[in-house]
T-cell receptor, first 115, second 116 residues
Framework: AQSVSQHNHHVILSEAASLELGCNYS??????LFWYVQYPGQHLQLLLK??????LVKGIKGFEAEFIKSKFSFNLRKPSVQWSDTAEYFC?????????????FGRGTQLTVWP | DAGVIQSPRHEVTEMGQEVTLRCKPI?????LFWYRQTMMRGLELLIY????????DSGMPEDRFSAKMPNASFSTLKIQPSEPRDSAVYFC??????????????FGPGTRLTVT
């Protein structure tokens, strides 16, 4: 089974600061990678995903993530955060093996942005 | 499409009572997932179905939990008897069959369960 590690449990930033949230996974085979966001009191929504091609993926609201296969990493970035980015961010991995359809989620990183 | 629909949105019950959570997946989706979210354990997959058949229920905490999917448009998660430690937000999600080019799970709004 996969394991997904998110290095930071809680990140606090001021508006306009740059953001990078770390994510590492354990599986060595072909994977699909995701970042989901959960705004306060809401359900999880897809932020961006990687399937193939350009390892730099752009998502909604100015977010991007880079897949580095050699490091088993899929870090999320945003050059300038806004107060409205305050939310919990989840990294998730799907492997192409026997657990077809299943996502493995990290523990999540709570981002707080101060105005 | 209305998205994944869950009911109730909030449930408060007393210890020992039976609780039933309901989920309607997005039409045409043949995978359905039940998750539990707590502060202590994060987001945990409880069980998932493919074409109404349970594929992996290894995340179900114990025999007090059961899940069914009698048809493609409805699933239930039942806890009997409920205990305070079952208090959590329970999410249902659905998806189409994964392909090499795309895949996404769509989450419902969740049911916040409080067991007193």
């Amino acid at each position: 089974a996969q394991s997904v590690s998110q290095h930071n449990h809680h990140v606090i930033l001021s508006e306009a600061a740059s953001l990078e949230l770390g994510c590492n996974y354990s599986y060595g085979g072909t994977v699909n990678l995701f970042w989901y966001v959960q705004y306060p009191g809401q359900h999880l929504q897809l932020l961006l995903k990687y399937f193939s091609g350009d390892p730099l993926v752009k998502g909604i609201k100015g977010f991007e993530a880079e897949f580095i296969k050699s490091k088993f990493s899929f870090n999320l970035r945003k050059p300038s955060v806004q107060w409205s980015d305050t939310a919990e961010y989840f990294c998730a991995v799907a492997d192409r093996g026997s657990t077809l359809g299943r996502l493995y989620f990290g523990r999540g990183t709570q981002l707080t942005v101060w105005p | 499409d209305a998205g994944v629909i869950q009911s109730p949105r909030h449930e408060v019950t007393e210890m020992g009572q039976e609780v039933t959570l309901r989920c309607k997946p997005i039409s045409g989706h043949d995978y359905l997932f039940w998750y539990r979210q707590t502060m202590m354990r994060g987001l945990e997959l409880l069980i998932y179905f493919n074409n109404n058949v349970p594929i992996d229920d290894s995340g179900m905490p114990e025999d007090r939990f059961s899940a069914k999917m009698p048809n493609a448009s409805f699933s239930t998660l039942k806890i009997q008897p409920s205990e305070p430690r079952d208090s959590a937000v329970y999410f249902c999600a659905s998806s189409t069959r994964p392909s090499q080019s795309s895949y996404e799970q769509y989450f419902g709004p969740g049911t916040r369960l409080t067991v007193t």
